[in-house]
């Protein structure tokens, strides 16, 4: 893994492509100011030695009450770089569940590298495979920001000098993440737990989702088909937000190399696992001291969101990218993600986007082509750093056992298997898998690498609803027969927290095999699965703080265009202006522990500022104004 630059031609100064350079550049320029008063902290926040050293002897001593052996001599002398573990372990989740074993791979580990590791913290992970169409969906997006500051709780005891963050799905990396960077002098490494081995392939899977939906499948059928895709410990192997998740972070460098889509309950899987916590006490001291901050910088941050659109992965990051630059004093925006789009080619074809799975990307190259092939085009930053030494070459080899024992080797820039993974001289599409939308409904996202040329431009009346359970009662009744623009509203982060709509997807690939017209419009959010429905998604200013969406009537015509960025209702502006916006229900607060949300529904900001609850800075641009919430103080 450590190979020595010089002999490393990727490292010799590489041309970046245009647009690289000017997202970058700007990014940069404006967040000069809050980028500086981050790194102010972090570095007022470093220290010589254990930091553990400098607590009373009373505070010391509760710190290692609990530990026996040479761990408890370790912590006691405190000359010996202290490890944190924060993890997401449960044994609900099936990605999270191999997390389990690895607090004692990792204290051994970490002793043999002469560090201390201790469970600091265990965070909060919720699945939203369980919670999709259920009101416990509406406390997901939520979940992230809980998750960060529960990491903050973990690591608030001043006893650590490094930390590996164990989490894979949706909210948890993010949430990590962003409680990691306020933490931002100590070096963190994520440590995932893989994806489970291709059960049903996904293709079918979504045939009788939809069959289901028309009625023309049993629940039995239905229920069989879902058991035969989640069938084992392990990520889900669609290409959503959780292996998006994993996909992006490797990019920026927060994971070993290699180590992303390795599957859970091998020999190798347990070897990176173990060797996470070797190299987080390396660069937690001396010279190869690495804290977060300097990881994530604007060019990290940059390589994750190329990675994302040339992959097609989940339009979640719109929110989630934009929260842990936040997090680092990054300000980025929704026009970062667009102009990047339109110069990052499309190299993926995993499910939603195609029949293929995860493991069938990590089979044909996966993301060490992925990085070889964009590193070669001038589209990411060579010149990171990364949890795994000074530049992103490294990410070019795969990791391997030889022999028993844990090791790197390059790969090729080749794929394995075109019809999943391309390099960037023969890509699927010329430009990525994420535009943005804007007009007098305000700025939406939509993911247009599933959805076919010939469905991208939709100009239909609309029908709103503002439940999904509404939806779902009017397409069984036949009401949705007919081309229509399917409007969700009062779903954003100051309504209901932004929940995810997915089980709107097989009804409405229904309405379209019928040859109907067919978009969404809406301020709640999408995952990675929406497949090849339109959706303009995370609208915002949502209808909730008085958007535009909340003026929209059943029978409006509104105009959603993918391919010029418009999203419009053909309504006179005076008459949009002067109907009453429509009420949420306070009812709709109550119930599976969404009151114990109502603080966070008061404060959570825009969409297009990542729905955090944190705040952060202010981006030029933004779609948002400051108007009050009705009724959600």
């Known amino acids: 893994m450590h190979v020595p630059p010089a002999e490393r031609p990727e490292n010799t100064l590489l041309s970046l492509h245009p647009a690289i350079t000017d997202v970058t550049n700007r990014i940069a320029e404006r967040s000069a100011e809050t980028r500086q008063a981050y790194l102010s902290r972090v570095a007022d926040a470093a220290n010589e030695g254990p930091v553990r050293a400098g607590l009373g002897c009373s505070n010391l001593a509760h710190g290692f009450a609990a530990c026996s052996g040479p761990d ?17 372990y449960n044994d609900l989740l099936s990605a999270h569940q191999p997390l389990a074993d690895f ?35 509406e406390l997901s997006l939520f979940s992230r920001d809980v998750i960060a500051m529960a990491t903050g709780i973990a690591l608030s005891h001043e006893m650590f000098d490094g930390t590996l963050l164990l989490g894979v799905c949706d909210k948890i990396v993010p949430g990590l993440l962003i409680g990691a960077l306020a933490f931002g002098h100590l070096p963190a490494i994520l440590v995932p737990a893989g994806p489970m081995p291709s059960g049903l392939p996904n293709k079918e899977k979504a045939r009788i989702r939809q069959l289901y939906a028309e009625g023309k499948a049993t629940r039995e059928e239905l229920l069989d088909a879902e058991a035969a895709s989640y ?30 889509f390795v599957q859970p309950g091998t020999p190798l899987r347990r070897a990176l696992t173990e060797h996470a916590a070797r190299r987080i006490v390396e660069i937690s001291k001396g010279e190869q001291y690495t804290p977060l901050a300097h990881v994530i910088d604007e060019r990290a941050v940059v390589n994750g969101l190329v990675a994302l659109l ?6 979640n990051h719109t929110l989630h990218l934009v929260a842990v630059a936040a997090a680092a004093g990054i300000k980025l925006a929704w026009d970062d993600f667009a102009d990047l789009s339109a110069a990052v080619p499309l190299l993926a074809n995993v499910y939603p986007n195609g029949s293929a799975d995860i493991n069938h990307f990590h089979a044909a190259g996966g993301v060490q082509v992925l990085v070889g092939t964009l590193l070669d085009a001038g589209l990411l930053h060579p010149d990171v750093n990364t949890v795994a030494g000074l530049g992103l070459h490294r990410y070019r080899q795969e990791a391997v056992l030889d022999e028993g024992e844990l090791t790197w080797r390059d790969v090729p820039t080749k794929t394995l298997d075109e019809t999943v993974l391309r390099t960037v001289d023969r890509p699927f599409a010329p430009e990525g898998g994420l535009r943005m939308v804007s007009g007098n409904l305000g700025r939406a996202v939509i993911k247009v690498s599933a959805v076919a040329p010939e469905n991208r431009v939709v100009q ?30 009062n779903q954003g982060p100051r309504a209901k ?4 709509l997915h089980a709107l997807i097989p009804a409405l690939g229904v309405l379209m095999d019928r040859g109907h017209r067919v978009a969404l419009v809406t301020d709640g959010r999408m995952s990675g699965a929406s497949g090849k429905v339109p959706a303009a998604i995370h609208l915002t200013p949502e209808a909730a703080v008085g958007g535009p969406l909340s ?42 522990g969404r009151e114990l949300f109502t603080a966070l529904r008061s404060t959570v900001g825009p969409a297009d500022l990542g729905g955090s609850v944190f705040g952060g800075p202010t981006v030029p641009g933004s779609a948002n104004t400051p108007v009050e919430a009705k009724g959600l103080a």
Request: aromatic share 6%; with cysteine; glycine share 12%.
């Open 497 to 500: 927290g932004m929940p995810e």
């Open 310 to 315: 040339a992959t097609g992965g989940s339009p």
């Open 103 to 137: 607090p004692d791979w990792i204290k051994d580990a970490a002793r043999e590298a002469g560090g201390v590791a201790q469970f600091a913290g265990g965070v909060p992970a919720m699945c939203d495979g369980i919670t999709q169409g259920r009101s416990g969906m």
């Open 72 to 88: 408890l001599l370790a912590v006691r002398e405190a000359r010996k770089p202290g490890i944190a573990i924060v993890s997401a």
């Open 551 to 592: 003026r929209v009537q059943d029978g409006d015509v509104v105009r959603l265009d993918a391919e010029t960025g418009q999203l419009d209702v053909l309504v006179d502006a005076g008459t949009l202006a002067d109907r009453e916006p429509a009420d949420i229900s306070a009812d709709e607060w109550f119930g599976n």
């Open 231 to 260: 069938h084992s410990p392990g990520t889900c192997t669609f290409y959503g937000t959780a292996n998006s998740n994993q996909l992006v972070v490797e990019v920026m460098g927060l994971h070993l190399p290699g180590a992303t």
């Open 460 to 489: 239909a009346p609309a029908r709103v609803f503002s439940s999904q359970a509404d939806f779902t009662h009017a397409f069984r009744a036949g009401e949705l027969d007919r081309d229509v623009v399917v409007v969700i509203r």
